[in-house]
């Protein structure tokens, strides 16, 4: 499926379209996704802070300050095109490869389902004796989260590991029934639309 961008924006006010056209520069420059834009980016900029300027200095109405506004916001419009066309061209149709341009998809375009990112764990904390409470970082678009926790040491696939299933990353997850003393090692996982991530750099915690 080709992806498109978003490049129509007479929608939008010209504050707001100053503000677009801020977050596609700064996005742009420097990706490493884009080396070589149709449109130098300096060049870009200072058309940008043109526009900004011109919209001020129309806000009295007067026909030559609104003319030179228009000429300016023109300018602008043609060089988004120009880079929306480009990025279209050399995103390869990956999702994440093409919102990292600060461009916005095409009203209709139907997104190809991506990859969730990495859950970790946060921290640790000590709950009631013999109870822990995990602490993972919050993933968009992840449906559920699996924390699993076993000895220290016992490898990367702790098979008899026990698991707890969460919905949410909001608060921290209580493990029960731990054995005061003991040590523990947790991992995290998040499952998506394609399924689960890898298991989290484990994190140890002693149990009281």
């Known amino acids: 499926m080709k992806l498109k961008a978003r490049s129509s924006f007479r929608r939008l006010s010209d504050g707001s379209f100053v503000s677009r056209l801020n977050a596609i520069h700064d996005a742009m420059a ?28 129309a806000l009295d109405g007067g ?18 095109e120009q880079l929306a066309h480009y990025v279209e061209a050399n995103c390869n149709d990956d999702a994440a490869t093409f919102t990292s341009s600060g461009f916005e998809f095409r009203s209709g375009v139907r997104v190809p389902p991506q990859p969730v990112d990495q859950p970790s764990i946060v921290r640790i904390d000590q709950g009631q004796t013999g109870q822990l409470l995990v602490n993972v970082t919050r993933v968009p678009k992840a449906r559920v989260y699996e924390i699993r926790y076993g000895p220290p040491g016992s490898g990367t696939s702790p098979a008899p590991w026990p698991s707890i299933t969460v919905g949410s990353a909001r608060k921290a997850t209580p493990v029960n ?31 009281i």
Do not use: H
């Not at 490493?32 to 200095?57: E, R």
């Not at 026909?63 to 988004?80: N, S």
């Open 30 to 57: 420097g990706n490493p996704a884009y080396p070589n834009p149709p449109v130098n980016l300096a060049d870009f900029k200072t058309a940008i802070i043109d526009y900004g300027a011109s919209i001020v200095t």
């Open 177 to 207: 029934n731990l054995t005061p003393g003991t040590t523990y090692a947790f991992q995290v996982r998040a499952y998506g639309n394609l399924g689960f991530t890898d298991w989290s750099r484990p994190v140890e915690r002693m149990c």
């Open 63 to 80: 026909k030559q300050a609104v003319a030179e506004k228009r000429k300016r916001r023109d300018l602008v419009v043609k060089m988004v």
